[in-house]
């Protein structure tokens, strides 16, 4: 593996392996050193477009537990800013000398150019290219769902309900694509203005009901962030009108299974698409995810840097 | 070719003895603590752990693993998986720790051991057990228990089948 740009690129066997290494290297957080050697003296840049802090941290935590440097390079306070090409900025990052780039980019496709284009030769990693996907964001869910129902080795069988703005939504995607290839299955519900076309095509199946779908007692109930900067447009009638249509209300709430496992990929509208209640319901597993993005990141830059690369 | 250089009566035998010179060289069996390097050596310090027991009943017959994937520094990429790090009694502090492996070649492997190992405390000391020794070190280290010497040309593979993973136990030399 060279890149990490689609869940679409993994097969099952590497995305069970990226799984399996993950939740050993969840548990350094036991230990009393949390620092391993294995990538000591490789480079990786954070290369961010969008704002960003819990990805960027993630990825920056990782990346030093596995001893190697890290360089955060955001557009705001950059070069970037001034009007440098995304190929221009990747190649002299690599001649500065960096091994593998994060990238997080508004554009879908930024991070498949940067792999793909031969501009140059270091390990991409996408952590998020505009309503594309967000690879690690998936596995990091999919690893929280593993433990939760003892960390088998897929997750077939396993029905997952993703609520809210999947249009704009590269989590969506991403999670679809990881959750059909594990063996679940995946239904997305939302407003029709919010559901893009061919999401079907992936493989989920769609409701325009949110009480219909909590009605089919599914296993996993992830909520979507709102994302508002993405919305140029009438998309919803109203906030109120869409809180009471597809947030996870106190109400809802009470409608979901009692082990069943409420997921939002974060930062939460409280009072919005999740009310305060159901995020801090012992069902929700938000800092599970948070703490599993660290461990998650850590095994695909190993899998990426370490050792020879043949 | 292939060449058997141990049966699996003769393995039976070397880990009974490398248990007896273990308990002889360290003072009593209350303070050992067994650890296996992935793959083989995790059987391997399974069997010596059950012989201490028999030897000395003081002894709990327990033995652990030590990942060493991410302190290695000749990584290919097959060997990247990695494997649970467990320790028995969950400590090695004033611990003497006897790491087992099937074979010894460069070295390499141990230095990573006893880097990953050293995180995880500090141990009284450190002690090495392998099945076959077949020489050309690359690194200033030795064993304190061996199985069988073999001298080896470098070209040569040393291959441990144990019943636990390949259905026999045999120590089988190819050219």
Redesign the interface.
């Known amino acids: 593996m060279r890149h990490l740009v689609s869940i679409a690129d993994l097969n099952l066997d590497e995305a069970t392996y990226l799984l399996d290494n993950a939740q050993e290297l969840s548990r350094i957080n036991e230990r009393e050193v949390k620092k391993l050697p294995a990538l000591t003296g490789k480079t990786v840049v954070n290369l961010f477009y969008e704002n960003s802090t819990r990805t960027r941290i993630s990825f920056e935590i990782a990346a030093t537990r596995l001893s190697a440097d890290l360089i955060n390079f955001s557009a705001s306070t950059s070069s970037l800013s001034k009007g440098e090409s995304l190929k221009d900025t990747a190649q002299t990052l690599e001649a500065l000398g960096a091994d593998a780039i994060v990238v997080r980019h508004p554009m879908s496709g930024a991070a498949h150019q940067l792999a793909h284009r031969g501009w140059i030769s270091s390990s991409i990693i996408n952590a998020g290219d505009g309503a594309h996907e967000h690879p690690t964001q998936a596995l990091l869910d999919a690893l929280t769902i593993r433990q939760q129902l003892g960390a088998g080795s897929d997750l077939r069988g396993l029905r997952v309900l993703i609520v809210g703005d999947i249009r704009h939504s590269r989590v969506a995607r991403s999670n679809v694509l990881l959750l059909k290839l594990l063996g679940a299955s995946v239904e997305v519900a939302g407003p029709a203005t919010l559901i893009p076309e061919g999401i079907d095509c992936m493989g989920a199946s769609v409701s325009d009901s949110f009480d219909e779908s909590l009605g089919r007692n599914p296993d996993v109930v992830m909520m979507l962030r709102v994302q508002r900067e993405r919305m140029q447009g009438h998309f919803m009638p109203s906030e109120r009108e869409y809180q009471q249509m597809w947030g996870l209300s106190r109400e809802r709430l009470k409608r979901v299974r009692q082990d069943a496992m409420i997921l939002h990929p974060g930062p939460m509208n409280r009072g919005f698409e999740i009310s305060s209640e159901a995020a801090d319901d012992p069902r929700s597993a938000v800092l599970q995810q948070v703490q599993n993005g660290v461990a998650v990141r850590m095994a695909v830059l190993h899998e990426l840097l370490a050792g020879d690369k043949s | 070719m292939q060449r058997v250089v141990l049966d699996d009566a003769e393995i039976g035998r070397c880990l009974k003895r490398i248990s007896h010179e273990i308990l002889e060289s360290t003072s009593g069996a209350s303070n050992l603590v067994i650890l296996g390097i992935p793959t083989r050596g995790i059987s391997l310090a399974q069997r010596i752990a059950e012989q201490l027991g028999q030897i000395d009943p003081e002894f709990e017959p327990e033995s652990g693993v030590l990942?060493i994937?991410?302190?290695?520094d000749?990584?290919?990429?097959a060997?990247?998986?990695?494997?649970?790090t467990v320790i028995p009694g969950g400590s090695i502090d004033d611990k003497v720790v006897i790491l087992v492996d099937d074979v010894l070649f460069s070295g390499r492997s141990v230095r990573a051991a006893l880097?990953a190992l050293l995180?995880?405390?500090r141990p009284k000391a450190v002690k090495l057990a392998v099945l076959v020794d077949r020489g050309h070190r690359e690194l200033p280290i030795r064993p304190d228990f061996v199985g069988k010497n073999l001298p080896t040309s470098i070209t040569e593979r040393v291959n441990v089948h144990l019943t636990e993973h390949d259905g026999n136990d045999e120590v089988v030399i190819s050219s």
């Open positions: 990942d994937t991410m302190f290695r000749d990584l290919v990429a060997d990247r998986k990695l494997a649970p880097d995180d995880f405390g």
